[in-house]
Nanobody, 123 residues
C-alpha cells in the first residue's frame, strides 16, 4: 500500500507558476510510474504527466508540453510538477497517483491516489 499526499496548489494569475509536490510513503518500487492527473468541474479526470522512480524519459500530455515539468527526488520519496505559463484552462484539482505498465496514461492503470490539490488560474 502506498500513501500519497499532494501539496502546493493555489490561486495564480494567467502566465504565473506553481510547483506541486507529492510525498509518497509505504511500499514503493523503482519500476512504479508516478503520474499527475487533473480533473476540472464537469470533466473527466485526465492524464497530465508521468515519471518513474528509476528514471527514464518523462511523458506529458500534449497540452502541457513545454510548460510543465515532472521530476522526482528519490531521497525524499517526492514527485514534483513544475507548472509554468499557466492558463485558465489549467484550472482543476490535481492528483498524484502510482501506476503500473509501460506508459500508463489512463486512470485505470493507477492503484493509489492522493487526495488532490486545487489549482485555480485566473484570467
Amino acid at each position: 500500500q502506498v500513501q500519497l499526499v499532494e501539496s502546493g496548489g493555489g490561486l495564480v494569475q494567467a502566465g504565473g507558476s506553481l510547483r506541486l509536490s507529492c510525498a509518497a510513503s509505504g511500499r514503493t518500487f523503482s519500476s512504479d510510474a508516478m503520474g499527475w492527473f487533473r480533473q476540472a468541474p464537469g470533466k473527466e479526470r485526465e492524464f497530465v504527466a508521468l515519471i518513474r522512480w528509476s528514471g527514464g524519459t518523462p511523458y506529458y500530455v500534449d497540452s502541457v508540453k513545454g510548460r510543465f515539468t515532472i521530476s522526482r527526488d528519490n531521497a525524499k520519496n517526492t514527485v514534483y510538477l513544475q507548472m509554468n505559463s499557466l492558463k485558465p484552462e489549467d484550472t482543476a484539482v490535481y492528483y498524484c497517483a502510482r501506476g503500473h505498465g509501460v506508459r500508463p496514461t489512463t486512470r485505470f492503470a493507477y492503484d493509489s491516489w492522493g487526495q488532490g490539490t486545487q489549482v485555480t488560474v485566473s484570467a
